[in-house]
């Protein structure tokens, strides 16, 4: 079993059971502790699972990871996810990118595009971007949160709904099982449901770990995205959705 074939069943274990001792966990998974120690860690940086003395339960669908440790988190994996979604953007372009260390990722491969159109309520991506003069780059008015820079509020929904954009590249907390598309903080949401609304070509950019992962406020559905992003083919039940949608999957 590899790494990713056991954070796959530690996730499904500590889901069935809400929480899994370090020695519940090496002797089911037939490894040492420090191995699992250093598993659960992982797991806990991304947002996963929730670490606790001895073990770890499942994540707090009310609280995200806080945003020092999401940007570090599969650096590697973002890095080819946003390499992948910046081949799928043409010169000359416009498009919405919103909050998310994925999403600042791809700003940081879009740099040797020419003369893109960008409207973004990520402060970080306007600060990239900003770099090319060949961009133009448009920030979405709004509250600023202070933890990640993100632009939020009734505000922002209505400066988001004045432009009509060729692509909208989203990120994403959490995808259920049933295709719903999960985050945390409902003022986000709506900005980011104004985004799908007002784009040709919807592109979500996740990481495998987002699957079902927990969250509490439901941003969408997959059903409304033209594209899928991710480093991993997904479970069944979402490669289900895929295909019944005609979404194009891109694996990175």
Excluded at 45 to 55: A, I, N, P
Excluded at 237 to 248: A, G, L, M
């Amino acid at each position: 079993m590899n790494q990713a074939q056991r954070h796959e069943k530690i996730v499904d274990l500590i889901k069935q059971q809400g929480f899994m001792s370090i020695d519940e966990l090496v002797e089911r998974c037939e490894v040492t502790p420090q191995t699992i120690r250093r598993d659960l860690n992982q797991l806990a940086e991304g947002g996963v699972v929730c670490r606790y003395h001895g073990g770890a339960g499942i994540n707090k669908s009310w609280e995200n990871t806080p945003y020092q440790e999401r940007k570090s988190y599969n650096r590697q994996v973002k890095e080819r996810i946003a390499i992948a979604v910046a081949n799928m953007i043409p010169d000359g372009a416009s498009l919405f990118i919103n909050i998310g260390t994925t999403t600042e990722m791809i700003a940081t491969k879009l740099l040797n595009h020419k003369n893109l159109h960008v409207v973004t309520n990520n402060l970080h991506v306007a600060s990239i971007l900003s770099a090319k003069e060949d961009f133009t780059v448009i920030i979405a008015a709004g509250e600023v949160r202070y933890r990640d820079g993100g632009i939020i509020g009734e505000a922002t929904c209505d400066f988001i709904s004045q432009f009509r954009m060729d692509f909208g590249i989203i990120g994403i907390s959490g995808i259920s099982s049933d295709g719903a598309l999960l985050d945390f903080d409902f003022r986000e949401v709506k900005v980011s449901q104004a985004i799908l609304k007002h784009t040709r070509k919807a592109i979500l950019a996740a990481d495998y770990s987002k699957f079902e992962r927990h969250a509490m406020v439901e941003q969408g559905h997959l059903s409304q995205v033209d594209y899928l992003v991710c480093d991993k083919t997904p479970p069944a039940p979402i490669s289900k959705i895929i295909k019944e949608n005609n979404i194009t999957f891109v694996k990175a």
